[in-house]
Structure formats: C-alpha cells, structure tokens
C-alpha cells in the first residue's frame, strides 16, 4: 500500500540529512525523513563506559543492534566471517536520530584548500585512484559559515595560519584551556609551530537555547547529558519538524529506491517499525545513510537500466572506501597531566597537513579526548606485561601523567576497498548486507608513521620522559570518518555524483553525506558533510520546479 | 537438566567449582596488593553474567578452558600456591591451546575490574578510587538548572 506522496524522502537522520530535512521543509517542500535507528534525548544518556560508541565491548549505544545486522568482511588472504556491529571491523556508524552526531567527539574541521585538489597537486601514488574534488574550498567556504554558525561551532583559530581564508569567524570562543594544553602550547610554540583552539561543534557559552559543556569526562561515545554537543538532532531537525512539512519516521528500514520504466526514482520501499513493508512515494530521494549504507542501498535498488543497482553503471558504487588511519604518539610526564576536564581534546596544528616533503598530504594533529580508565588499557607503553602485578602498577603509575597526541592521516584512495552486496548473507528484514573487502595504501602508512613521529617530537618537547608511538593499522579503513563510496566528479564515467551530490545516471536522486568525499582530509569529515549538505540543498531548493527540475 | 545442578549456586552460567578457579585465576590477572585486586572487585561476577548476555559464544571456551586449566594444575588451580598459579599461568600464556582461552580471561579481567560497575565488576568503583579519579558518575565545573530558559 503506498502512503500520500510528498516532495522529498530523506533517507538516514545524520549529519547530511538532518540539514536536507531541514533546508527543504523551511523552503517549502514536504519531506519524509526515514531513520533507522531512534531518537535518544540526553535524558538517555547512560554513563557506560564499556557500552557506547566509542567502546562497543558490550555493544552500542546509538545502534545498530548487534542483532539482525551482520556484514562480511574479508581479509587481505580472502577469508571471509560474519561481523557484527560492536565487533572490530564492522565499520560502524551510529543508527539514530542525529547519526555520528549525536555522540561524536565533535571536532568541527574545514578541510585544507589542498585538500579539495590532492591529485593536482601530487599526482597518484601507483594503485591510489586520488583525483581533485570538483569543486573548491571557496565554492564550499560559505557553506561551511552556514554550519558553523547554525549548528554552532566553539574554537579559535585565528593563529592558524595554515587554514583557508573564512569570512566570519567562528560564533562561540574556545572552552578555557586544560593543563594537557597549556603544557603542550608553550612547547609548540618553542618548537616555531602555530597551536591554535580546536573548533568543536559543542557549546562553549549558551547558543542556540542550549547550555553551554559543563565539561564532564562523559563526552565522545556518549550522548551530552546537558544537551551542550551540537548535532542535527538538537538543531536542524527540531527547526524541519517545527515547519510541519517535515516528518521524522523512526525505526524505519529502507529497503530500495523505487524507479519507473524510464528509470526515474519514484519514492522508497521501507519496512516501518513493526516490520510492515511500506511504500513512500515522492519526487526526490536524498540518500544520507553514510559511505557505507548509502552505497548498499543504491546497489540494492536494481532496475532493468541498472542491474549492478542505480547509479552503479561504471562501477563506482562502493568504491574508494576510507576513512582516516588515526597515528600518533603518547608521552609520559613526571608531573600530574590529568586535570578531569573534559572532553580533553583542545589543542591542535595544522603544520603537517601540507608540505611534508616526499608526503602527499598529512594530518592535523591534536591532543586526544580524555580517556576513561578502560579506555587507558589501550594507552599504556608496548613492553607492559598484559597481567600481574607489574600491570596494576602500570596503570597506577600511567593513568594520570600522560599526554597522547594523535591526527587522521588523509587517506590514499584505494579502487580495491570497497563495499558490495553478499550475496548470500541478508539482515533481519531480508535485505542483502555489504560485504568489506581491501586495504591501506602504503603510502598511506608512510604518511601516517611519519604523523606520528611528528607528534612524538611535539611531546618530547613538552617535557616527557617517555615516549611511545601509535604506528598506521593495516587493512580496510573506514569507521565514523567513513567516505568516497559515491565519489563526485564532473565525468559519469569515473564518478557517481555531479558536484550538487545528484547521481549522474538518475537526476532526482542525490547522496548527501561523506560517500561523496573524494578524499577524505586530513581532518575529521563531519563539517565538510554537513556544509556540502547546505550545497546540495540549496541547489535542489533553486532548482527545483514543481515535481521536476529546470534543466 | 544442566539448569537443576545442585552446584550452579549464585551464578548464572559458571558452576560453583568453574567460578571458584576463575576467581583464582582472575586475582592472579589483577592480584590485591595495596589495592584491592579482581576477587574483591567482583570481576568473575562481571564475567558470569556477560556469558549469560552479550558473551553467550565464549560460554564453550570458559567450560573448556577452566578444565583445561584445572587438567594442566593437576588438581584444582586455587589449591595451588601463588607461585605455582603463577607459573601455570605463564606456561598458559605460551601453550598453543590455552594461550587463546587466557587471552580471553585477562581482556574480560580487564573489563570487569576497570569498567562500570553496572555490568557486575570494579566493586565500589575501587580501580577508579585506586587510580584516584573522582566517583561521580558525571562531575562539572558547573551546574545548570535546566529548567531555566538560556540565551540563544
């Protein structure tokens, strides 16, 4: 049975489709926003530190369940097992109400201006499929003001001076420094390195009606228990439903974009909370489901124009899959580092994004969020017995005198990481499941060992008299900093999405989230997400003529 | 029926005897010494009940493992003195077939003894008050009645 039709349906209530719920419904189109997942409110917030969606060790918080939602990953020798959410390698992102927004360690980044044109400016390592962005940091600048200033964004960094000219600067000043910062300032700044505050989508006075972080050791994995992080499910999803021409539908499983004979989307297939298969008809389908997610529904919405699934005609769909390779390093200090303030991270450079010769590229490099004690065991130096005395002692001796400082290394893209459709394993509902497979580019690795040796000079300055480095992981990467599975480009050919994030193949169909990324920044990716969304929407909103587009 | 034995006491997967060595082996994971260890922080409580939630696939390898364990000790592994459960555990972190099952034990050991004590473990908080880090669950440099209207 097919409900009333209306303009737009959105799919997945993240950080990309939050503000498209948003953009549209406050210009006038209807819109049916689909989540998968529900919607927690900070009076939810479980203080849990070994079940949240930074530590999954007794599960997530924000979802998936465990479940009825498997993956298959496979490895670098071909073996393949089933995965689960909370396990290791599933590359999960959060499934509710404001998606990786709603727990995120919310770091606010405009990616480099290099960023936006890596290929131009280092040419393809051999086996990286790296290409330019079609569009540029200026194209993307007031979009990023939007999110900045609607979502709310606290920081300074006007002693940045590595970052792209901004227009405005950012509308809440940084939260007061902690002593892992003040320590590590002077020592950049002895070192001729330029710290700056870290811009956080997190309030750091009253904005937006909200209060500002009371600065609680609770933050990334959790949901703010004072409401002070800044998602789309405490802004821009509250002012779409306000209009009341938005409406939110939890627990909503899309199945598959529906098309007519010509190949036309025509509205999505999804099964509502009670496991009902549903028919929501509409004249525009966003797709905002993450890298991962999005590409598996595009790939499940096959047609007789498209049996490798839509917008699948050249085999884009799924690929380039990265994230970020996280390295850094972690030193001890004989002084008492550990002050309880969170969420920890504060200080951060953007020396070494740029111009490290031999390095295509690089990453921003940042004091790490506050670490609970179970989060600690992963922190202490190779060589500590793992049990015994000699542990206890470790962690007693380590917990408070350390300082770890770490960065999202820009990933080469890689045509082999990928995700496709198994095509035996289905979840809960019946749908096909992805199915992982690749690997890191070394010179990726490269880049990331030598981030970390940054980070161990920048330490060993600051006065430790230890230190440790977190090297590159192998395998595939993708995470909550997931992207390039949809890439944009101005070719069909070897794209998915024009530069408004609208398939080539199917004009009234667009992707709105990090699936789009090209690459992937040497940054955290979310303000890139929802500044491209603000793009994507304003074209949809300029163009868009009754139940079509002006050509 | 395996519900009805008589030695399954408090528990809800281990058996008396299982959780009596698993203790042992978990005080020599994290042993007490000026600080409580894992026998007073309650971590085997922690581990029996993840294995009868979210760690049902490691119930086998804790049957298995703790017999194993109790097969190599030659009797039952708390009768041994510390050094000797010491030793055995050592041979254990090195042998091919319980090398896996001890690994398990000291990443749960873990959980239970550092993590919240909502899942059974970390007693009273103590690794926290051990590490001296302040109990409340959430302490801030302020507090706001939410009650009250802000600023946009």
């Avoid at chain 1, 590409?295 to 490798?308: D, E, I, V």
């Avoid at chain 1, 070897?494 to 990324?517: A, E, I, L, P, R």
């Avoid at chain 2, 364990?69 to 009768?79: K, V, W």
Wanted: proline share 6%; with cysteine; glycine share 10%.
């Amino acid at each position: 049975m097919s409900l009333k039709k209306v303009d737009a349906v959105v799919v997945g209530a993240g950080a990309g489709g939050g503000i498209v719920a948003k953009e549209l419904a406050t210009n006038g189109l209807s819109v049916v926003l689909l989540e998968r997942g529900k919607w927690h409110t900070p009076a939810d917030c479980r203080k849990d530190d070994l079940r949240n969606q930074r530590t999954t060790i007794l599960g997530n918080n924000t979802g998936p369940e465990d479940e009825g939602n498997p993956r298959v990953l496979v490895d670098q020798q071909g073996r393949e097992r089933i995965v689960l959410p909370s396990q290791g390698g599933y590359n999960n992102n959060a499934a509710c109400v404001g998606g990786g927004t709603a727990t995120y360690g919310a770091m606010a980044w405009r990616f480099h201006p290099k960023d936006f044109r890596m290929r131009s400016e280092y040419g393809a390592p051999e086996g990286s499929t790296l290409e330019d962005w079609p569009i540029s940091y200026d194209d993307l600048e007031p979009y990023y003001e939007k999110a900045e200033w609607e979502i709310g964004v606290s920081g300074d960094d006007s002693t940045n001076p590595f970052k792209g000219p901004r227009k405005k600067p950012l509308p809440m000043p940084p939260l007061p420094p902690t002593r892992e910062e003040t320590i590590l300032r002077a020592a950049a700044l002895r070192m001729g390195l330029h710290p700056f505050h870290i811009p956080m989508l997190r309030n750091s006075v009253p904005y937006g009606g909200r209060p500002p972080c009371m600065r609680c050791r609770w933050c990334v994995g959790f949901l703010c228990e004072v409401n002070a992080k800044c998602g789309t499910q405490n802004t821009v999803i509250p002012v779409a439903l306000a209009t009341r021409l938005c409406e939110l539908r939890t627990q909503c499983m899309v199945k598959e974009i529906l098309l007519d004979s010509r190949g036309r989307a025509t509205g999505v297939a999804y099964f509502d909370q009670s496991g009902r298969l549903q028919e929501q008809p509409a004249d525009l389908v966003v797709v905002s489901g993450a890298a991962t997610e999005s590409a598996r529904l595009l790939l499940n919405s096959k047609h007789r124009l498209f049996p490798n699934g839509l917008g699948n005609r050249y085999d884009w769909v799924g690929r380039n899959l990265q994230g970020h390779t996280y390295t850094g390093a972690i030193g001890y200090f004989e002084q008492e580092t550990y002050d309880d303030l969170g969420p920890g991270a504060g200080i951060a450079i953007c020396d070494f994004n740029h111009g490290n010769p031999g390095l295509r590229g690089g990453a921003m490099l940042a004091n790490e969020f506050i670490r609970l004690p179970i989060q600690f065991l992963n922190f202490l130096p190779p060589g500590t017995p793992r049990w015994g005395k000699a542990h206890k002692d470790a962690m007693r001796k380590y917990y408070k005198h350390t300082i770890a400082v770490q960065g999202p290394t820009q990933e080469m893209p890689v045509w082999e990481s990928r995700v496709q459709l198994d095509p035996k394993v289905k979840d809960r509902w019946g749908i096909p499941v992805l199915r992982m497979s690749g690997y890191r580019h070394p010179h990726t690795l490269e880049i990331g060992n030598a981030m970390a040796e940054k980070a161990a000079a920048w330490l060993k300055e600051a006065g430790a008299v230890e230190v440790w480095l977190k090297r590159a992981g192998q395998g595939l990467s993708g995470g909550q900093h997931q992207a390039g599975t949809c890439r944009m480009g101005n070719d069909p050919k070897t794209s998915v999405v024009n530069k408004y994030c609208q398939v080539h193949d199917v004009d009234n169909v667009f992707v709105v989230d990090g699936s789009v990324h090209v690459t992937n920044g040497g940054f955290n990716p979310v303000l890139t997400i929802m500044a491209n969304a603000y793009r994507a929407s304003e074209y949809i909103v300029k163009t868009w003529k009754g139940t079509k587009f002006r050509s | 029926m395996a519900g009805c034995r008589a030695s399954r006491g408090s528990w809800r997967f281990l058996t008396e005897e299982e959780a009596s060595s698993l203790n042992a082996i978990c005080e020599q994971i994290i042993p007490a010494d000026e600080d409580p260890g894992a026998a007073w922080a309650g971590v085997v409580r922690y581990i029996d009940r993840q294995l009868a939630g979210h760690f049902q696939e490691h119930q086998k390898a804790y049957r298995q493992g703790i017999a194993a364990i109790n097969r190599l000790a030659g009797r039952r592994f708390e009768e041994l003195d510390a050094a000797q459960q010491q030793a055995l555990l050592k041979k254990a972190e090195k042998d091919k077939q319980l090398a896996p099952f001890f690994n398990l034990v000291i990443a749960h050991a873990m959980q239970g003894f550092y993590g919240s004590p909502r899942h059974g473990g970390n007693r009273d908080w103590i690794s926290w008050r051990m590490l001296k880090i302040p109990i409340s669950p959430c302490r801030g440099r302020d507090h706001y009645d939410l009650t009250k209207g802000v600023k946009a």
